[in-house]
């Protein structure tokens, strides 16, 4: 079983940066990949970034392309994701989430998922 805790969130003004955390644990091996979704209000749910954790190929949305950076850091299995010049339609939960790297901007590719963040940009 893989474990994936999400922190960092928080309120944040239009313009401002913000960092999320997301450390993976348990049985964790072999070629994997770590991606961070997020749900809008009255929105599905969208893929945000994700990284491959073996060569740490990043993949992401072309609407944070430029703003928001996705690193990690392998001593701690713990995926970031760096957001900065956040707009108000940033708002969301923010997910992280572990999977086969296979596809790693599709939902279904990650059977593992931390309980999300709240992000909020007020305008």
């Known amino acids: 079983q893989v474990q994936a805790v999400e922190s960092g969130g928080g309120l944040v003004q239009a313009g401002g940066s913000l960092r999320l955390s997301c450390a993976a644990s348990?049985?964790?091996?072999?070629?994997?990949?770590m991606g961070w979704f997020r749900q809008g209000p009255g929105k599905e749910r969208e893929f945000v970034a994700a990284i491959a954790w073996n060569d740490g190929s990043t993949y992401y949305t072309d609407s944070i392309k430029g703003r928001f950076t996705i690193s990690r850091d392998s001593d701690k299995n713990t995926v970031y994701l760096q957001m900065n010049s956040l707009k108000p339609e940033d708002t969301a939960v923010y997910y992280c989430a572990v999977g086969s790297g296979l596809r790693p901007s599709r939902e279904f590719d990650y059977p593992y998922w931390g309980q999300g963040t709240q992000v909020t940009v007020s305008s």
């Open positions: 348990g049985r964790l091996f072999g070629s994997y990949a």
